[in-house]
């Protein structure tokens, strides 16, 4: 598993990709997403498959800005 972060300016969203290669059973690609959700509030976004039998999960979560109330 790896995993890659971007920002976009013009969205309020912040986007990860995870890779799962062919190998990883579907049991701990669950573990991953549902760390990823629970602990980093990440909400799924899109899934494709590759024909190899590789998967890439792109995740994504709002981008909370502070304003200051002084």
Known sequence: MSHR???TSESQYE???LRFDRG???ADAR???TEQAE????ELHRT??????ERRVQ???RII???STL
Do not use: E, F, H, N
């Not at 602990?39 to 990440?42: L, V």
């Not at 494709?48 to 039998?53: A, D, F, M, P």
């Open 31 to 33: 573990r991953a997403l």
């Open 24 to 26: 990883t059973s579907r």
């Open 65 to 67: 800005r502070v304003q």
């Open 59 to 61: 995740l994504r979560r």
């Open 5 to 7: 972060s971007r920002r």
């Open 39 to 42: 602990y980093g509030r990440w």
């Open 48 to 53: 494709v498959l590759y024909v190899g039998g």
């Open 15 to 17: 986007y990860r990709t």
